[in-house]
């Protein structure tokens, strides 16, 4: 037994069953075998790597099954990571994927370096972010199911003269129109009490949200990014619960990378080309980011809204939100006035808001901001 040597672990995860292979120090990789995901099967593993070797390094990719059995590993003393599957080196012309051949490309991948990790978040936040995801979803949910109404009465020629974004006359016209036909009429309701059931179930969501938020260990960086323009409740809670600890980021270019707003690049030589962003990492933090550099296409200004949610903040985080805000709107005119397309220029702004994000959620975390319950009525 090589005790001083460290043991290299590969664990090909599934829903019923894990594939194990290991490769003690430089040696050969060797397959352990298949084992099941119960915390009975998932200890005797355990007691199995801990006779072979003092450290013991354990890599799985992320996927669908979460990150309990990181916890698990990491309760036990092991060194675990969870990798980025994308990020994976792969053999070109490679055609045959087994969970044998993922297990041994795992444990040689680790060996050498070659793997990146993904942030695995506390329970808690974990638990703040499945909350805010759900309420993500119900709101696209609503999204569809009023799409799916005005798609069924265009399909039958009816048509709103107002605009029909779903005010108090738009809801009332549609409440006292009817079919001739028994069947197109059941049908209309259906999708009218379907809308109903969404929209309650926003606004229950949004409820839990807004009130787990003041007891959430990141509701000073809720509150200073709510003192951006373009940053309100729904996409300050969006960004911090999919990005979590920013301090993990220790600059605003890591952040930029791992939102997916920065260009891509083939270069070689003396030539040096620079594409599209390459739109890695989170796609809805990289969703809420563009949406809010949107707003920046406008002159700088702080409207009545901004300053009502100014109110409690800590004068240098207002003043670096004006500073952003005074950067972000002159840059946006500048590309416009280059003959950048908006959609570029825009883009380009997101990925200075970014920097701008981390900064402040950084200030608005060492700076002791009191918790009111505005944002609860926001």
Known sequence: ??????????????????????????????????????????????????????????????????????????????DCMVCAPSLIPKKPGERVKTDRRDAIKLVRALRAGDLSAVYVPGVEDEAFRDLARAW????????????????????????????ANWGPAHQRWLSTHSFANEW?????????????????????????????????????????????????????????????????????????????VTPSEHSSGNKRRQGSITKNGNSYARKLLVEAAWSYRHLARVSPEIQRRHEGIPKPIVDRAWDAQVRLCRRYRKLVARGKDRNI?????????SGFIWDISQL???????????????
């Open 136 to 163: 993500a979803a119900a709101k696209d949910d609503l999204k569809q199911a009023r799409q799916r109404l005005k798609s069924f009465l265009l399909l039958h020629g009816v048509r709103y003269t107002g605009s």
């Open 345 to 353: 220029a825009v883009i380009a702004v997101a990925r200075e808001l």
């Open 1 to 78: 037994m090589e005790n001083d040597s460290t043991l290299y672990v590969g664990l090909d995860v599934h829903k019923d069953s894990i594939t194990v292979a290991y490769a003690l120090g430089t040696g050969e990789v060797e397959l352990l075998g298949k084992i099941g995901t119960t915390k009975t099967d998932i200890d005797r593993l355990c007691k199995r790597l801990q006779s072979k070797a003092r450290r013991v390094c354990i890599v799985y990719e992320a996927g669908p099954c979460g990150y309990g059995l990181y916890r698990q590993l990491t309760e036990r003393g092991f």
């Open 184 to 260: 197109q009429q059941f049908a209309f309701e259906e999708h009218r009490r379907t809308i109903e059931d969404r929209l309650t179930q926003c606004e229950r969501l949004e409820k839990a949200l807004r009130e787990a938020a003041v007891n959430w260990r990141f509701y000073p960086a809720i509150l200073g990014l709510q003192a951006m323009r373009g940053i309100q409740f729904t996409t300050a809670v969006g960004m911090i619960a999919e990005l979590g600890n920013l301090s993990r980021f220790e600059h605003p270019r890591p952040l930029m990378a791992w939102l997916g």
């Open 364 to 378: 608005a975390m060492s700076l002791a901001i009191p918790t009111p319950n505005k944002v609860l009525t926001a």
